[in-house]
Structures are given as structure tokens and as C-alpha cells.
């Protein structure tokens, strides 16, 4: 049996390689780029987050909810942990239940991968796009240019639309929706977020632990804690991925609530700054030590307190609003960054089309999807890398296990 599996990023190839344990299956992946798992290899900052010990437990995405959980509890981080073991990967957790290469190095991921694509029944056609498939009397049939090859059975892994720069693009969309498929509409995910503060190009690099809340016409969107970086148009950092599902998506007033200290009340800040009105240090100086000196003195000066006076001549009307502006900044966002700037697509392909427990389509038999082109996206930490192992090799190994 021949089963042709179009793109070898991460989900195409843990599709390929659950596919190729049965010894009479021959494997043909196609891959566009020159080299397999191009975007993997930048995933993580050139870390690879490549799992989240806590995706057992949810956090995922998309409009039918439970789609995702049989894959996820068939293939679950500890058997993919396992897996990658196996294919000779050593991997460290994080606190935060991150999961990354031993190495710290996201090629260390592709490598493993790369090296066990090298077995017999796999062949790998890089610098080949898939630009046309087509259903035949026995299977599929997969057009590249003026050359077609057949298949019996056919696994789209073409990945979503984000990231455009490293793979991302409609192409998987557009070979499922020829065989009849439908598809939700396009979002960014896990991406920066714009605001109309002309403050944040000056604290562009600055980065902050904060309580995060987005906000819809005054109600909350979505909050998180953890690491914001301002950037020279807006948000970014990994407390920003994390909220900006879906935001400033639709009509509304939207707008980003800062705690820049999270673990402090506004008391215990108070009382701190009217200690420092005491000393003989200028006003602006006043947050020096509790926040990056840049943004310290960006939120003084916001305040309305300008710098160059004393501290002490500042008044407790005036440290309430430092206060204020510390554990309540507001800016108002316009838009997320594009696609191409995004790590996950949130929607796709309609998964109800699609059986869980195969990830066969119900419409085409022996046509399987897997990974980010289905309507499924996770949060941020590991958990789409866990979704495109899980699913592609349940994909592989349903499309391995039948006859043609
Ligand atoms: C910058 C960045 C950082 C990220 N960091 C993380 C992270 O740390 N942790 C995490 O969990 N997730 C991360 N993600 C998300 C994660 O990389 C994706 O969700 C995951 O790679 C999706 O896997 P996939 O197999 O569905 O698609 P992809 O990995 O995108 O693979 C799809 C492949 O198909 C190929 N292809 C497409 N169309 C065709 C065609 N017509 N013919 C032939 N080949 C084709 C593409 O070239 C590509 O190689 C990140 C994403 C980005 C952009």
C-alpha cells in the first residue's frame, strides 16, 4: 500500500514515521522546501517548546471542542516524550511544565526526525509542491507540476497559514476544500498585539512581568501573568500569546490593563513610594529598583509627575496615581500583527468532517488530516507541537493499519 503524505513539518512527519512501522506500507512524503521541518527548526526562539507536560489536560481550540482529545490521550505527552527517546532526543520540563530539547537546540528536534525518516519504505520528495489532488479508482492522485503520482491513501499535513515566512500558507486549505472540505474562517493566534500608545516605541525591548488583562468594551476578553516585551508598534512576549486569541477580532472598544506587579497590593506600593518622598532622590526616580529604570520612569511621566522634580515634593494625590498607573496601565489595541508574524492559525478545516479516532474524513475515504490545518489550535507552551504529533501519528497509524 502507498500512502503519499503532503508536507513534512512536524505533523507530516510523525505521520510518516507511524505510517512506515507497518513494513508493507511505502511512504511518499512530499515537502515544498528544500529541507524537512523548516518551521520547526525555528519554533521555541530556536528552542522548540516542543510539548507542555500539562497538554493532557486541555488547552485547546477550535469550534468543536472534544475533537482533539482521543488523538491527544492516544498519543499523550509522556507516550511522545517516550517516542522522541526512542528516536534518541533528550528532553528537560521546564517548571512551568514546558518541555524542550536536552540540548536547548531546536534542530536537535528536526535531526532526530531527519534521521528516522531515513528507513526503507519512506521516500522523501523535497523542492516538490503539491499543487493538485485528484481521486482515482484506487486512491489519489498527487500533481506537482506536469508530474502526478498515486497513492492509495493520502494525509494532508500541509500546516496552517501562520508563519508565512518559514512554510505557512493556504495551501492545505485549498487541497482538502477541492475534495468537498469545508473551512472556518482564518484568525492569528499566539501573536503581538498593536496599541495607538505613542509611549511604546520608547520602551520598545523593555520586557515586564505582568498580569496581563485584554479588554472588550470594558469586559475581560482573556488575562494572564508572565513576561511582556514592548515592541515598537505594541505588545509581544510570551503573557501576550497568551491572551491574544481572538483579540481585537470583531467590533469594539479594545484596550490591554497592565499590573506591572503583580505580587504587590497598591497599599504596599504606596506606602513604599511615600517612604521614598522622603529622600532627597528626583521624582523620577522613584520606581528605580521595583521596575526596568525605562519604564519607571516612562510611567512617572505618564503619572503626570514630571522628572526633574524632587520626590519629596510629590504629594500622596500624585503617588496614588503612580499607583494607579503601575497596577492599572491601560492602552488601547487596534489589531494583532498579520499572519505572517503569527505562530498558530486559529480555525481551519471543519473537524467535524473528520473522524477523532482515525482522523479519516467523512467524506473521502482514505483522505486523513492532521495538525494545524484542522480547525484545532492550542495555547501557548508546547501545546500545537503536541497537537501535530498526537495527530499525525494517529493519522500514520489509521492509514497504515487499513487495506487500500
Ligand atoms: C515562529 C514560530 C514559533 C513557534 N513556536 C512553537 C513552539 O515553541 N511550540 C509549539 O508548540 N508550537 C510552536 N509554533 C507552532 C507550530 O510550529 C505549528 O503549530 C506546527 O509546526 C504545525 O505543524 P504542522 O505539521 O501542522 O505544520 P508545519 O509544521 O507548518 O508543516 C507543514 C509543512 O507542509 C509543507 N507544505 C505546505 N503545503 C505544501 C504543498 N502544497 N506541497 C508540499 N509541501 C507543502 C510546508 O512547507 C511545511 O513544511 C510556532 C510557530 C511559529 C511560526
Redesign the pocket.
Known sequence: MVIGI???????MAAALAAAENENVQVVL????ARVG???A???NGR??LSNLHANQGGYHGQQLDFADFALRAFNVEQTLGWFRKLGLFTVAEPSGRVYPYSDQANSVVDVLRFALNCGNIRQELG???TKIRRCENGFHIESGNRTECCDKLII????L??TK????M??YQLLRSLGHRMTKLRPALVQLKCDWSGVAALKGVRANCHVRILRDGVLHSESVGELQFTEYGLSGPVIFEVSRDACQGKGKWACRLDFLPEVSAQELKSELLRRTETSLPAEELLTGVLHNRLGKTLIKFAGISGNRPASSVNSEEIDAVCAVVKTFEISLTEPLGMDSA??TAGGIVTSEFNPQTMESKLVPGLYAC???LDIDGDCG?????W?WSS?RLAGLSAGKGEP
Open positions: 503532503i508536507g513534512a513539518g512536524a505533523s507530516g512530499f515537502e515544498r522546501q523548516r518551521k520547526l525555528a519554533t521555541g522548540c517548546n516538490v509542491e503539491v499535513a500541509c500546516g496552517g501562520a508563519g518559514l512554510g505557512g500558507s495551501a492545505g505562530q498558530v495538525g494545524e490545518v508546547g501545546y500545537n507541537l503536541q501535530a499525525g
